[in-house]
C-alpha cells in the first residue's frame, strides 16, 4: 500500500490546507543609475538586483524556471513588469502538463490554456504526465502548488510499485520513489549537468562530459542517522491527560518528519530509508514520547545513529594497539549494531577496514554502504593510473591536505598513500576524534595532523609541503569555499584539487572561479576542471554528492 497518487485518485496533500501567503511583489530599492541610463538598461539593471541570491534554492529553482519558459519569455515578462502577475488565485485547481523536473525533484509543469506564459511546482508528478494540482503560493513567473491526480501517467518512468515507504507521497524526505534507481542516477547526473551549466560561468569547452552518477549498494535502509521531531503539547490539550495514558497517540501529536511542501509534521512510525537498527529503537521510543507526552514543555527533535558496539575493551583499544589475543574480541565487537540516541555519546563506525568514531550530534557522512566507493574513487581520482602502468605519474604526490576535514574520513582513508597528511576543520570536537581516529587505525602523528580553525587557516602552516606534490581535497558545507579561501587556494596552486560537494551549485560557482583565476596563466599554472560525476549518497531523493577533479597543466 502507498499514499502516492495513482492514476484517477485524488490525492490530498496537506500544503493548500496552510494558509500560506502570495509571495508580494519586491519593492525595487537601491542605489541610483549611472545619468543618462535608459529605460531599458534601468529596467535590466533593477531586475539584476531583484534576482534571488547566487546559488540559493530560489536561484537553482530561477533558473529551472527559465530553462522551461525560455529565457526570451522571460526578458519579456519582466520588461513588461508582469513576472508576479499570476494567472492563478490561491487555491486555484488546474490542470497541467509536466514539462521537466527542478534540481529538487519536483515537477516544473505547463498550464494548459494559460492565459501568459507561467509555470508551477509540484512534487511527486514526473515529465510527460498530466495532471491537477491547486496552487498555494505564487512568485515570480512560477507558482506552487499540490499535486491532486495523475491524470495520465507516463509509464515510461512511473512505475508506483517500486515505492516501499507508506508515507511516500506526503512526506517531504523522498520524491523518487516511484523511480527505477537506473533513472534516478540520470536524473542526479542531469542536475549536476545543469549546475555546471548555470553557475560555474565557464565556456562549454571547460567543461568535460559529466560522467554517470556512481549508485549506492543499498538503496534502501541505508540511512545511519535519523532526526525525526514532534511539538510540545498545545496548551488546550494539557488539561486533558487521560488519553495517553493508555498509550494512544493524541490526534495533535505527530512525530516524524514535515509534509511536503509544508513546515508542519506528519506522523511517521518508520522510514524505510534508515537502516533496521534505527527503525527498531525509533518504536519504543515513539510509544515512550506518548506516554510522557505531558511532562515535555518544549518540542523536541530526537537523534538515532547507527553505531558498532562500543565495549570497553575496545574504548582501551582506541587509545593504545590492541595486543594480538584482542584483536578478534575487538573485530567481533565491532560488528554488533546499537543505536545511539544521545548527542553527546561516541558513535563508531567502520568504512572498509578503517574505524572512526565521532560525537553523536556532530557530522559524519549518512550512508555507510557508499563510503568505500566514495573514498576509493577519490583514491583512483588522485593516482588516475595504476602503478603497474608505464604512463603512471613519475612523480606521483606524497602529501595531502584534507580541508573541512570533519572526523577525518578522507585524510584517514587516503592515508597509506601519502607521506604527510594535514588536516583543518572548524569544529574542535571533531578534530578531537579526528586526531584519536588516526590513533585507532594506527597512523604515526608525526604523519598525520589536525587543528581546528577555519579552512582557510591550512595554507599558514603547510609552507613545507611542495605544492607540485600536494593534493589539496575540499569537501566544505553547502555553502562552499569562501572568497578567502579561495585566494588562498590559488596562492597555493597545488598540483590537485578534488572537491567534494554536497551541493553541486556551489561547487559548480566555486570551480568556475578557480578556472576562471587561472585562465591567462603560464602553463603548469592553470587550473582544468578534469572530471565531474555525482555519487548518490540518498538514493530515493534528489539529492545528488558531487566530486570535481581540478588538476594544474
Ligand atoms: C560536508 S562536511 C565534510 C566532513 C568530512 N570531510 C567528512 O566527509 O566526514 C563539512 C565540514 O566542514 C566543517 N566546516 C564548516 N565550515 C568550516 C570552515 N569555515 N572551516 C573549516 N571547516 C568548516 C563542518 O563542521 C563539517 O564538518
Sequence with gaps: MTDSPKVGQVHTLPASELELPAIKKPRLVGKKGPKGESKRAKKRREKQKDLPELCSTEDVLWRDVIAVLGQDVVDKAIDEGVEFDSPFEYHQEVELEVSSLCSSGDALAVPLNAKRPWTVVVPFALPGERIRARIYRNARLHSFADLLEIVTPNPELRDDGLVQCKYFGSCAGCQYQMLSYDTQLN?????????????????????????????????????????????????????????????????????????????????????????????????????????????????????????????????????????????????????????????????????????????????????????????????????????????????????????????????????????TVAGIELSADSIKFATRNAKLNDIPADKITFRAGDAAAIFKTVGEFPPEKTVLLIDPPRKGCDDKFIQQLLAFRCKTVIYVSCNVHTQARDVGVILKATENDDPGKKYVLESVRGFDLFPQTAHVESVAVLRLV
Design 187 to 419: 536524473l542526479k547526473k542531469d542536475v549536476v549537468v545543469k549546475a555546471y551549466k548555470n553557475f560555474s560561468n565557464l565556456p562549454e569547452s571547460s567543461v568535460p562530459a559529466i560522467l554517470p552518477t556512481i549508485g549506492s549498494p543499498l538503496q534502501y535502509g541505508y540511512r545511519t542517522k535519523l532526526t525525526p521531531h514532534f511539538e510540545a503539547p498545545p496548551k488546550a490539550a494539557r488539561k486533558d491527560k487521560s488519553i495517553t495514558e493508555e498509550g494512544v497517540r493524541p490526534d495533535w501529536l505527530s512525530i516524524g518528519f514535515n509534509k511536503v511542501g509544508t513546515f508542519k509534521t506528519m506522523d511517521i512510525e518508520d522510514c524505510p530509508i534508515a537502516v533496521p537498527i534505527i527503525n527498531k529503537a525509533y518504536a519504543p521510543v515513539r510509544e515512550d514520547i506518548i506516554k510522557n507526552i505531558y511532562t515535555y514543555s518544549k518540542g523536541v527533535s530526537l537523534l538515532f545513529r547507527d553505531s558498532l558496539e562500543v565495549t570497553s575493551d575496545a574504548k582501551s583499544a582506541s587509545s593504545t594497539p590492541p595486543a594480538s589475543d584482542e584483536v578478534e574480541a575487538l573485530t567481533s565487537a565491532l560488528d554488533k549494531h546499537v543505536c545511539i540516541t544521545d548527542q553527546k555519546a561516541t558513535v563508531r563506525e567502520k568504512v572498509g577496514d578503517w574505524v572512526f568514531e565521532y560525537n553523536a550530534g556532530s557530522f559524519f557522512q549518512n550512508n555507510n554502504s557508499v563510503l568505500v566507493p566514495l573514498t576509493n574513487y577519490v583514491r583512483d581520482a588522485i593516482f588516475p593510473l595504476s602503478s603497474t602502468s608505464i604512463d603512471s605519474d613519475p612523480s606521483p604526490p606524497t602529501h595531502l591536505v584534507d580541508a573541512y576535514c570533519g572526523a577525518g574520513l578522507f585524510a584517514i582513508t587516503l592515508s597509506p598513500h601519502f607521506k
